[in-house]
């Protein structure tokens, strides 16, 4: 199994942070020469530089639309003639009277301008089940969102891997969805879920197989499941790797480490390695939104080789070594991460 054999080490490495705080995935884009990063909290800020280790110029984005405020823009793929095409997570308000609780979902934006500016396309998956406003994780009750997209090699399918927080157990985790690339100009309507060894039902209320389950459900105050899936292609490998967050097993989420996945062919979810950690809980901010960057011209959140930087929560302390032989015969012992800085980026 080609998979087995894949692995990765994390060399300790100097600290780099993102130019802006960071609470989601941030997607990251080469233009006329220059590296782009969005980060997101709710609202959005662009910032540019010569690469990702060097001082950035930032500014906010502007949304031409409030429809799907808060949103947080967590992937971004750019075309040939440089139209961006990104995709968000929003998180509606007054989902349960009288609490804090919501239902995220996911939507898709498009920017003529290079990340400037977003023309909001409205929402293209979101959950067919009820809410529960009894919900015990502390944030969501219900809801399709935390996630990334990327596009196959042939160009042919946005793979969407997310998290679903609703509904029945046997459909809770981390699960996936397409859309055509055809169809980038006009998504709502347009992606298609993965069920049952099939992709027919719809991207806005249907039903899904997760490829990576829950453990123990989202309603339950002891939930047991990954999340936040960030999904790169990797050169060396020839194979799509994913990142995952890992809650358990109390409200809140706290995250009990991050861990890792391969799959050669994003259109066999089947396909894809059991998750193994390579990192415990950091010691720093919660710990979440991991994700890898390359660092060669050209490579992103989306495309990277052999050596590239892994980030948690928006700062790099490791570089990230993936081998094809597998681990070795004993194998080292997950890194600490460091400590918490004592001053701010």
Not at 33 to 48: A, E, H, K, M, W
Not at 69 to 77: F, Y
Not at 158 to 183: C, E, K, P, T
Not at 279 to 308: F, H, M
């Amino acid at each position: 199994d080609l998979a087995l054999a894949q692995w990765a080490d994390l060399p300790s490495a100097p600290t780099v942070n993102m130019p802006a705080r960071a609470d989601s995935n941030n997607p990251t884009y080469w233009r006329d020469g220059d590296f782009y990063i969005l980060n997101s909290t709710g609202t959005q800020l662009v910032s540019r530089g010569s690469d990702q280790f060097t001082p950035y110029w930032t500014q906010p984005v502007w949304v031409d639309s409030q429809d799907h405020l808060p949103l947080w823009i967590e992937s971004v793929w750019q075309d040939s003639d440089g139209t961006l095409f990104g995709w968000y997570h929003h998180e509606p308000a007054g989902v349960c009277s009288g609490s804090n609780l919501t239902a995220p979902e996911i939507g898709a934006v498009v920017s003529y301008d290079g990340g400037m500016s977003f023309v909001d396309l409205g929402i293209v998956l979101a959950s067919g089940d009820p809410v529960d406003c009894n919900a015990k994780n502390g944030f969501f009750a219900g809801g399709n969102g935390d996630f990334s997209v990327i596009l196959d090699r042939d160009q042919a399918y946005f793979y969407f891997l997310f998290d679903n927080y609703g509904g029945d157990l046997s459909g809770q985790g981390v699960a996936i969805a397409r859309m055509a690339f055809g169809d980038r100009q006009n998504p709502v309507g347009a992606v298609s879920k993965y069920f049952q060894g099939d992709w027919t039902e719809p991207g806005l209320g249907g039903r899904l197989s997760p490829v990576f389950p829950a453990a123990v459900g989202w309603q339950q105050s002891n939930t047991d499941s990954f999340w936040g899936p960030s999904v790169h292609w990797n050169t060396y490998l020839e194979s799509y790797v994913v990142l995952l967050n890992h809650a358990c097993c109390a409200p809140n989420w706290p995250q009990e480490g991050l861990y890792i996945a391969y799959n050669p062919d994003l259109s066999d979810p089947a396909g894809w390695s059991a998750p193994y950690k390579i990192l415990g809980k950091v010691t720093y901010d919660a710990g979440y939104c991991p994700q890898v960057i390359g660092t060669n011209p050209g490579e992103s959140d989306t495309a990277a080789g052999q050596v590239a930087r892994l980030y948690v929560h928006g700062r790099s302390d490791w570089t990230i070594v993936f081998s094809k032989d597998g681990p070795p015969a004993e194998s080292e012992p997950v890194p600490e991460p460091p400590a918490a800085p004592t001053e701010g980026p």
